[in-house]
């Protein structure tokens, strides 16, 4: 455990942070596995609702710097061409 009180301030905020990334991460694979479920269903109505929810999931995990964009968009463009292909 630090002595410094600017490191024991770092300590604290990063196990804040790490947790909300976390949490964040989570919910973006819970959507896009949400989303793969319904399309291997195929029920395309609730697909559609899903790949938007996954999508701006995505969207959300590139913007706060938890995931690259770069990944988001090619995750959202597999997720597009399954959808798609329904």
Request: proline share 1%; net charge positive; charged share 30%.
């Amino acid at each position: 455990m630090p002595n410094i009180k600017s490191a024991v301030e770092r300590v604290r905020l990063t196990k804040k942070e790490t947790a909300y990334n976390r949490a964040q991460r989570s919910a973006y694979r819970n959507a896009v596995k949400r989303f793969e479920a319904l399309v291997a269903a195929g029920d395309k109505e609730a697909a559609k609702t899903a790949l938007t929810a996954a999508i701006r999931s995505l969207d959300k995990a590139a913007s706060k710097g938890i995931i690259h964009k770069n990944k988001a968009a090619n995750q959202k463009s597999r997720l597009t061409k399954r959808f798609a292909a329904m």
